[in-house]
C-alpha cells in the first residue's frame, strides 16, 4: 500500500525534513521521509476527502485490543497531546499520512507492532 499526498502535503512535508539539522534527525524522520517518497502525489484538488492529511482530524482503531484513537495532524510546531493535537513527526503520525478511512494498516508503534483501521476522516473542504 502506498501513501497518497496532495503537492502540497508533499512539499511541506519535504520541506520539513530537510530543513531538520541531521543531529535531531529521528528514526520516524527517516521513515516519514521513505514514505513520502513512494507516495502517489495528486494536485490539491483530486485527493480523495477521506484521506488523512496535514492538519486532518482521524479516528483509529487498534485492531486487537479495540481502543479507540483520535487526533487531529499537525505539524510538530502545533502538536499538543493534551489538545489531541498529533505531530506528522511521531511514530502514529509516520504511519497514517497518506492513508484513507476504512484502510487497515501495521506499523511498529512504540508499543510494538499494531494492526491499526481507520474509521473516519475529516478534512477542511480545499478552497477551489
Same mark, same amino acid.
Given at each position: 500500500?502506498?501513501?497518497? =499526498?496532495?503537492?502540497?502535503?508533499?512539499?511541506?512535508?519535504?520541506?520539513?525534513? &530537510?530543513?531538520?539539522?541531521?543531529?535531531?534527525?529521528?528514526?520516524?524522520?527517516?521513515?516519514?521521509?521513505?514514505?513520502? *517518497?513512494?507516495?502517489?502525489?495528486?494536485?490539491?484538488?483530486?485527493?480523495?476527502?477521506? &484521506?488523512?492529511? &496535514?492538519?486532518?482530524?482521524? *479516528?483509529?482503531?487498534? /485492531?486487537?485490543? $479495540?481502543?479507540?484513537?483520535?487526533?487531529?495532524?499537525? =505539524?510538530?510546531?502545533? $502538536?499538543?497531546?493534551?489538545?489531541?493535537? =498529533?505531530?506528522? =513527526?511521531?511514530?502514529? $503520525?509516520?504511519?497514517?499520512?497518506?492513508?484513507? *478511512? $476504512?484502510?487497515?494498516?501495521?506499523?511498529?508503534?512504540?508499543?510494538?507492532?499494531?494492526?491499526?483501521?481507520?474509521?473516519? /476522516?475529516?478534512?477542511?473542504?480545499?478552497?477551489?
Amino acid at each position: 500500500m502506498k501513501p497518497t =499526498l496532495t503537492k502540497t502535503d508533499y512539499n511541506t512535508i519535504k520541506e520539513l525534513i &530537510v530543513n531538520t539539522p541531521s543531529h535531531l534527525v529521528t528514526k520516524e524522520i527517516s521513515m516519514l521521509a521513505k514514505e513520502i *517518497e513512494k507516495a502517489k502525489k495528486v494536485p490539491d484538488s483530486k485527493i480523495e476527502a477521506q &484521506v488523512i492529511r &496535514v492538519n486532518s482530524y482521524f *479516528e483509529v482503531q487498534d /485492531v486487537a485490543s $479495540g481502543k479507540l484513537l483520535s487526533f487531529q495532524l499537525t =505539524l510538530p510546531k502545533n $502538536g499538543n497531546l493534551a489538545d489531541k493535537k =498529533l505531530s506528522i =513527526l511521531s511514530p502514529l $503520525g509516520v504511519a497514517l499520512i497518506g492513508f484513507q *478511512e $476504512g484502510m487497515e494498516i501495521e506499523w511498529t508503534l512504540p508499543g510494538g507492532l499494531k494492526k491499526l483501521k481507520i474509521l473516519s /476522516v475529516k478534512n477542511a473542504v480545499p478552497a477551489e
